[in-house]
Nanobody, 127 residues
Framework: QVQLVESGGGLVQAGGSLSLSCTTS?????????VGWFRQAPGKEREFVAA????????KVNIANQDRFVISRDHAKNSVSLQINDLIPEDTAIYSC???????????????????WGQGTQVTVSS
């Protein structure tokens, strides 16, 4: 089982930026995994944020946030990052990463095909 760990969350003022990171604590290498980022706000369903393929050559970002969210990966650091720019209060949520060997999650922009999930990191945006 892959143990995913997210970091980089925090309290930020609207208009600011954050870079979230997803890596593993189990020694597993993410280089062969599709990785997705999801978020869940209080009282709301989990929402797809972004996904990336193993090589990093293909990404998908929720169409509602394409101008503010960037997903990337660094194989040397064994991590996948989510850059969030121009934060708004509606971005407040727990952000979680997920990893799997199936491309279905990237293709569908849904939480499908991911085998392992992290606990998440809290992002709070103040107005």
């Amino acid at each position: 089982q892959v143990q995913l760990v997210e970091s980089g969350g925090g309290l930020v003022q609207a208009g600011g930026s954050l870079s979230l990171s997803c890596t593993t604590s189990s020694g597993h290498t993410l280089s062969r995994n599709f990785v997705g980022w999801f978020r869940q706000a209080p009282g709301k369903e989990r929402e797809f944020v972004a996904a990336i393929n193993p090589s990093g050559s293909e990404t998908k970002v929720n169409i509602a946030n394409q101008d503010r969210f960037v997903i990337s990966r660094d194989h040397a650091k064994n991590s996948v990052s989510l850059q969030i720019n121009d934060l708004i209060p509606e971005d407040t949520a727990i952000y979680s990463c997920a990893a799997g060997i199936s491309s279905i999650g990237l293709l569908t922009a849904q939480d499908m095909g991911y085998d392992d999930w992290g606990q998440g990191t809290q992002v709070t945006v103040s107005s």
